[in-house]
T-cell receptor, first 114, second 116 residues
Framework: DGGITQSPKYLFRKEGQNVTLSCEQNLNHDAMYWYRQDPGQGLRLIYYSQIVNDFQKGDIAEGYSVSREKKESFPLTVTSAQKNPTAFYLC?????????????FGPGTRLTVT | AQKVTQAQTEISVVEKEDVTLDCVYETRDTTYYLFWYKQPPSGELVFLIRRNSFDEQNEISGRYSWNFQKSTSSFNFTITASQVVDSAVYFCALSVLYSSASKIIFGSGTRLSIRP
C-alpha cells in the first residue's frame, strides 16, 4: 500500500543527545515536510524539501537539521541545540506539479526528552 | 502574511446533533487554497477537503458539508447527525501558490467531542 511511514511511534532520549526521526514515502511525491505539534496547538513547519538534495527552513528550523538524499526519504535530526524538543513530530508529502496540493501525513513520532 | 483562526478551542455535543466548526482566514493573495484535516486520537492527520479561492460553491460529502464565503473570509465545516467516530481535532488550513512545494498554514484546531 502507498503511504508515509514514520518510525518509531514513541522515542525517548536524554537531554543533550541528538536524535534522528525517520520518514519514508512510496507515493512518488516530490515535496516532503516536517511539522512539530505541541499539546493544544496547531502544526508548525520545521523544514520542507521540494526535490532531492534541496531543502528550505520553515518557521521553526532552529535546533533541527534535515537531509534529502533520496526522493523517498526525509529524515529529521533533533539536535541538542533544540531547547524544547519534546513534542509530536509529523512528516508529510505532497504530489508533484503545480500546487498547492493537499499534504498526506504519516502517523507521527512522539519524542520525549528528559 | 497569512493566518488561520479557529476560535472554537473545544466543542462537545451529543450524538446525532449537528455541529459547525468555524474557520476564518487572512491573506492578501487572490489565489489561495483552503483545506480541512481531521486528526483522530491516533495522531495521523487525514485530509478531508481542498477548495480553491475561485470556487465558492458549497460542497457536501455524506454527513460533511463545507460553506466557503469569500465576503467574510470563512470556510466553515458542518457535520450533520454527528457520531462518536467524529470525535477528533479538526484543523482548517490555508495555502498560497508559491511553488510546487505547498506551504500550508494551519489553524490551532478545534477539538470535537461527541458524547453517546
Amino acid at each position: 500500500d502507498g503511504g508515509i511511514t514514520q518510525s518509531p511511534k514513541y522515542l525517548f532520549r536524554k537531554e543533550g543527545q541528538n536524535v534522528t526521526l525517520s520518514c519514508e514515502q512510496n507515493l512518488n511525491h516530490d515535496a516532503m515536510y516536517w511539522y512539530r505539534q505541541d499539546p493544544g496547538q496547531g502544526l508548525r513547519l520545521i523544514y520542507y524539501s521540494q526535490i532531492v538534495n534541496d531543502f528550505q527552513k520553515g518557521d521553526i528550523a532552529e535546533g533541527y537539521s534535515v537531509s534529502r538524499e533520496k526522493k523517498e526519504s526525509f529524515p529529521l535530526t533533533v539536535t541538542s541545540a533544540q531547547k524544547n524538543p519534546t513534542a509530536f513530530y509529523l512528516c508529510a508529502s505532497s504530489p508533484p506539479g503545480q500546487g498547492p496540493y493537499e499534504q498526506y501525513f504519516g502517523p507521527g513520532t512522539r519524542l520525549t526528552v528528559t | 502574511a497569512q493566518k488561520v483562526t479557529q476560535a472554537q478551542t473545544e466543542i462537545s455535543v451529543v450524538e446525532k446533533e449537528d455541529v459547525t466548526l468555524d474557520c476564518v482566514y487572512e491573506t492578501r493573495d487572490t489565489t489561495y487554497y483552503l483545506f480541512w484535516y481531521k486528526q483522530p486520537p491516533s495522531g495521523e492527520l487525514v485530509f478531508l477537503i481542498r477548495r480553491n479561492s475561485f470556487d465558492e460553491q458549497n460542497e457536501i460529502s455524506g454527513r460533511y458539508s463545507w460553506n466557503f464565503q469569500k465576503s467574510t473570509s470563512s470556510f466553515n465545516f458542518t457535520i450533520t447527525a454527528s457520531q462518536v467516530v467524529d470525535s477528533a481535532v479538526y484543523f482548517c488550513a490555508l495555502s498560497v501558490l508559491y511553488s510546487s512545494a505547498s506551504k500550508i498554514i494551519f489553524g490551532s484546531g478545534t477539538r470535537l467531542s461527541i458524547r453517546p
